[in-house]
């Protein structure tokens, strides 16, 4: 572990160690930020949003919705694969309420030439679904899509279900909100720079944490979940993904965060490799749940290398953080890549 990832690791287990109510989303975001801002211009993958283009001939996945309780909206579908794109961003928003308001993703639509229809954020252990924002969201045409980090908190106690009650109200609140959600609980697990990750915790535990997460919401009926199981591209300090594998029937999607740090960047080199270990594990559609273009690293070419990758190997998309050097606003070059290939995308609308 070199100074920064300890550097991290202290950080993290400090804001672990304070009463939820005084552990900020923002607070955590910024020390994740800083931290992989320097480890991605050293080479390493991180952080981000959504922009997806979706191959014809890959299958809707998902469960069956339930019929909901009299007086509940009935529970959509699951996001689902389609014929056409999703578009979506990843946007910072203040304090305890990480979700943004629709001012920064209506920024990112005009530069990017499209409107989204993803939009994500960060959630701490204990906080409960932002309905507010996920109802804001639809209303625009947007999925949610949520990553909840088990941050301060034990696997083994989410496994054995000491926090069930935690659990059944958001489940709940996904189910009442009835339209579709994408959730991922804590991701980038095989990298060590979380506290639940790689070195740092079993990962036989976190498998039993995500099954028994999973199977709350699915006994709840919250089958308008799709669940996101997102690994960090391999790289200086990650492990083997196979050890943290749920199970196929456990997850909906694959999520691969990685990022493009130097002009000699090519998707070959940031996401192949983790793009073959994922398919050993089963035949799940896989999407760049973070990704980005750095502004030092050609986003003119990069960014046309990234899209053309995703389209050589048949993947969902990518998720785009629109945030500090990945930011394509003010970037001429970068939104003139992004209009470029986003200009024939046919959007899905949840």
Same mark, same amino acid.
């Given at each position: 572990m070199n100074h920064m990832d300890r550097h991290l690791r202290d950080l993290l287990d400090a804001a672990a160690g304070e009463p939820p109510h005084q552990v900020?989303?923002?607070?955590?975001?910024?020390?994740? $930020?800083?931290? &992989?801002?320097? &480890?991605?211009?050293?080479? !390493?993958?991180?952080?981000? !949003?959504?922009?997806?283009?979706?191959?014809?001939g890959i299958k809707t996945l998902g469960h069956t919705p339930r019929p909901s309780a009299a007086g509940q909206r009935p529970a959509a579908?699951?996001?689902?694969? =389609? !014929?056409? =794109?999703?578009?979506?961003?990843?946007?910072?928003?203040?304090? &305890?309420r990480p979700p943004p308001g629709y001012g920064p993703i209506e920024e990112f639509a005009k530069a990017a030439g499209q409107q989204p229809n993803l939009a994500g954020y960060y959630s701490l252990w204990e906080q409960p679904f932002a309905l507010s924002f996920a109802d804001s969201m639809y209303r625009h045409g947007i999925v949610p899509l949520v990553q909840i980090l088990p941050v301060g908190v034990s696997l083994s106690a989410i496994a054995s279900g000491s926090y069930d009650g935690?659990?059944? /109200?958001?489940?709940?609140?996904?189910?009442?909100?009835?339209?579709?959600?994408?959730?991922?609980?804590?991701?980038?697990?095989?990298?060590?720079?979380?506290?639940?990750?790689?070195?740092?915790?079993?990962?036989? *535990? #976190?498998?039993? /944490?995500?099954?028994?997460?999973?199977?709350?919401? &699915?006994?709840?009926?919250?089958?308008?979940?799709?669940?996101?199981? *997102?690994? /960090?591209?391999?790289?200086a300090g990650t492990?083997?993904?196979?050890?943290?594998?749920?199970?196929? $029937?456990?997850?909906?999607?694959?999520?691969?965060?990685?990022?493009? *740090?130097?002009?000699?960047?090519?998707?070959?080199?940031? #996401?192949?490799? $983790?793009?073959?270990?994922?398919? $050993?594990?089963?035949?799940?559609?896989?999407?760049l749940s973070q990704t980005g273009v750095a502004r030092n690293a050609n986003p003119g070419t990069n960014i046309r290398n990234l899209f053309d990758g995703i389209a050589r190997y048949h993947l969902l998309g990518l998720v785009w953080l629109d945030s500090d050097q990945w930011r394509i606003e003010g970037s001429p070059s970068a939104e003139r890549a992004f209009q470029a290939e986003v200009s024939g995308l046919r959007t899905v609308r949840p």
């Open positions: 900020t989303v923002e607070a955590v975001r910024r020390r994740v $930020t800083r931290h &992989r801002a320097r &480890r991605y211009l050293a080479g !390493v993958a991180a952080v981000a !949003v959504i922009a997806v283009i979706i191959p014809a579908a699951p996001v689902g694969p =389609a !014929v056409g =794109a999703y578009l979506g961003v990843f946007e910072n928003g203040p304090g &305890r935690y659990l059944r /109200a958001y489940a709940e609140a996904v189910r009442a909100y009835g339209h579709p959600v994408v959730i991922g609980l804590g991701p980038e697990m095989n990298a060590n720079w979380w506290s639940y990750g790689y070195t740092q915790a079993r990962a036989a *535990t #976190f498998v039993a /944490a995500w099954r028994h997460v999973v199977t709350v919401f &699915r006994v709840a009926g919250a089958d308008n979940a799709t669940w996101l199981w *997102t690994v /960090a591209a391999d790289g492990g083997p993904i196979s050890a943290w594998w749920p199970g196929a $029937t456990y997850v909906t999607w694959v999520g691969i965060e990685g990022f493009y *740090t130097r002009p000699s960047d090519t998707f070959n080199s940031v #996401f192949v490799p $983790t793009v073959d270990q994922v398919r $050993t594990l089963a035949a799940k559609p896989i999407l």
